[in-house]
């Protein structure tokens, strides 16, 4: 049983669409991470969220932390092919557990 | 400058040989760590050290042994090898005042045949 549940697991979009990939948890975290990974790379830190409720934004990226810190959700406005990656969140409980990831396609 | 660099990049050997992943991280870091990362991209720790201590050893199979000779490095040996062992093996890092940021190299693509 993971840890970390993401949705969707894919999701192909057009150029200047909207998108949002969903992190869910039946445990409470003191922080969680999103991460995204580029073919052959390793995954780069995005943002680490701490507070419930919390939203930060990161140019088109918009990431929000549940409540009750259970769960987090990542918006990207306006997508672009760059933004093409599989994005990780991943939440600490004395080691760092990922979840399965959504490979997100951006189409020119 | 890289700052966790893996050697190799890619590694294609036959079932039964012994092989080994080399990393370094010109961070300053004291912890390191050891993914593998499977063909669904599922990824998961394998093994973290602390300034060359085993803090982490999660259920991985002794064939898998890790070697940190300076805080700087962290090796990974694989005795026979199999088939299951294909996988990426990313290596990590994270700084003395958290243990939540990561900072991961490049990954190395091991293939059994």
């Known amino acids: 049983t993971q840890l970390l549940e993401q949705s969707p697991q894919f999701l192909s979009i057009q150029e200047g669409e909207n998108l949002t990939v969903y992190c869910n948890s039946s445990s409470v975290f003191s922080s969680l991470q999103w991460y995204r990974q580029e073919p052959g790379e390793g995954p780069v830190l995005l943002v680490t969220?701490?507070?419930?409720?919390e939203v930060k934004k990161l140019k088109r990226l918009t990431f929000q932390f549940g409540d009750a810190r259970k769960d987090s959700s990542l918006h990207i406005t306006a997508a672009q092919p760059g933004d093409t990656g599989l994005y990780l969140c991943a939440a600490n409980d004395y080691k760092l557990s990922f979840g399965a990831g959504t490979t997100v396609t951006v189409r020119a | 400058d890289t700052a966790v660099s893996q050697t190799p990049k890619y590694l294609v050997t036959q079932m039964g040989n012994d092989k080994s992943i080399k990393c370094e991280q010109n961070?300053?870091?004291?912890?390191m760590y050891w993914y593998k990362q499977d063909s669904k991209k599922f990824l998961k720790i394998m093994f973290s050290?602390?300034?060359?201590?085993?803090?982490i050893n999660e259920t991985v199979p002794n064939r898998f042994s890790p070697k940190s000779p300076d805080k700087a490095h962290l090796n990974l040996h694989i005795n026979s090898l199999e088939l299951g062992d294909s996988a990426v093996y990313f290596c990590?890092?994270?700084?003395?005042?958290?243990?939540?940021?990561?900072?991961f190299g490049a990954g190395t693509r091991l293939s059994v045949l």
């Open positions: 969220v701490v507070t419930g409720g």
């Open positions: 990590a890092s994270s700084p003395p005042e958290t243990l939540i940021i990561q900072y």
């Open positions: 961070l300053g870091h004291d912890t």
């Open positions: 050290y602390n300034n060359k201590e085993l803090i």
